[in-house]
C-alpha cells in the first residue's frame, strides 16, 4: 500500500487498518513522500519487515485531534471518548513498533520490549516528525527504498546509505 497522505479521520482511519489486519495477506506498506498523522499509524501497521520509506520521506505521528462545542455534558462525552481514542491508537503504536523491534536488524526474533505506554504516550504527545533515516531507527519503518531492483539478479532496492545498494530487492 503506497501512502503519501496528510492524514484524516481517526474513524476512517482505524477502519482501513482493521482490514489490514484482517485480511490473511501481509499488507506492505510505502511511504512516498509523507505519512502525517492517521497515515503514519497505516504506514506503521503494516506487516513487520514490509514496511518501506523512500529516502524524502517526512513521517509525523501525533495523539488523535478534536474539537467540539455545544453544553459542558456534552463537551466532557466527547473528551472521554477523544482519550479512549488516543488510547487505541497508542496501544497500536506500541504493539507495532515492539514487533519490529523484536525483529531486529537481521530479521532475527529478539527478546524484549522496547517501548513500553509511557514512551509511547510521550512519543504521541505533540507532533514528532522524522526522517525515513530516523523512522527505521525508531521501527516505524523496516527499510530505506533507495532504488529499484534492476531486475537482472542485482539487489539494489534497500539498505542503508545515500546512493542505493543495501542487498535486497523492493517490496
Do not use: F, W
Request: hydrophobic share 35%.
Amino acid at each position: 500500500m503506497y501512502i503519501n497522505s496528510p492524514g484524516g479521520e481517526v474513524s476512517s482511519g482505524l477502519a482501513i487498518y482493521d482490514t489490514m489486519t484482517y485480511i490473511r495477506s501481509p499488507v506492505s506498506t510505502v511511504c512516498v513522500g509523507a505519512a502525517a498523522s492517521m497515515a503514519a499509524i497505516l504506514l506503521l501497521g503494516g506487516e513487520a519487515g514490509k514496511r518501506y520509506a523512500l529516502p524524502h520521506s517526512s513521517i509525523m505521528l501525533h495523539q488523535p485531534l478534536g474539537g467540539t462545542k455545544g453544553p459542558a455534558a456534552d463537551i466532557l462525552i466527547y473528551a472521554n471518548q477523544i482519550q479512549r481514542v488516543r488510547e487505541q491508537v497508542n496501544e497500536i503504536v506500541r504493539r507495532h513498533l515492539n514487533n519490529a523491534s523484536l525483529l531486529g536488524a537481521r530479521g532475527q526474533q529478539e527478546a524484549g520490549e522496547r517501548y513500553d505506554a509511557r514512551a509511547v504516550n510521550d512519543m504521541m504527545e505533540r507532533d514528532k516528525y522524522v526522517t525515513a533515516e530516523e523512522a527505521k531507527e525508531h521501527g516505524i519503518v523496516d527499510e530505506i527504498l533507495y532504488r529499484r531492483a534492476s531486475g537482472k539478479g542485482g539487489d539494489q532496492g534497500k539498505g542503508s546509505g545515500g546512493g542505493g545498494g543495501g542487498g535486497k530487492k523492493s517490496p
